[in-house]
């Protein structure tokens, strides 16, 4: 059974950092591109980062580009999303999603319809 499971994220104060997992199940996750997202209260949900099946390529969005950093462990099955320098307005429910078709291609902008299956999601909350 596909499953996506987040977690790590928690309280934070403004400039410290949180690393969220997203651990995957029920298929190979190299072979997919994985997405974070984040959606808070009252706002859309917005594209954060994303990483290529394998690797090879990253996207960020602008609000946190230089700021996060998204890798993966494949052979423990599990994208990561490194948040440093964290801001209040970075306070939302990150989720984490994958595309039904393998081998594709991470993009700018990274949009949610281009994502098939999502995790629950987990909070983040940036607040001194």
């Known amino acids: 059974q596909l499953q996506l499971v987040e977690s790590g994220g928690g309280l934070v104060q403004p400039g410290g950092s949180l690393r969220l997992s997203c651990a995957a199940s029920g298929f190979t996750l190299e072979y997919f591109n994985i997405g974070w997202f984040r959606q808070a209260p009252g706002k859309e949900r917005e594209g954060v980062s994303c990483?290529?099946?394998?690797?090879?390529?990253?996207n960020y969005a602008d609000s946190v580009k230089g700021r996060f950093t998204i890798s993966r462990d494949n052979a423990k099955n599990t994208v990561y999303l490194q948040m440093n320098s964290l801001k209040p307005e970075d306070t939302a429910v990150y989720y984490c999603?994958?595309?039904?078709?393998?081998?594709?291609?991470?993009?700018?902008?990274?949009?949610?319809?281009?994502?098939?299956?999502w995790g629950q999601g987990t909070q983040v909350t940036v607040s001194s």
């Open positions: 990483i290529s099946s394998f690797g090879t390529r990253t």
């Open positions: 999603a994958r595309p039904r078709a393998m081998f594709g291609q991470c993009v700018n902008p990274i949009q949610d319809s281009d994502y098939d299956y």
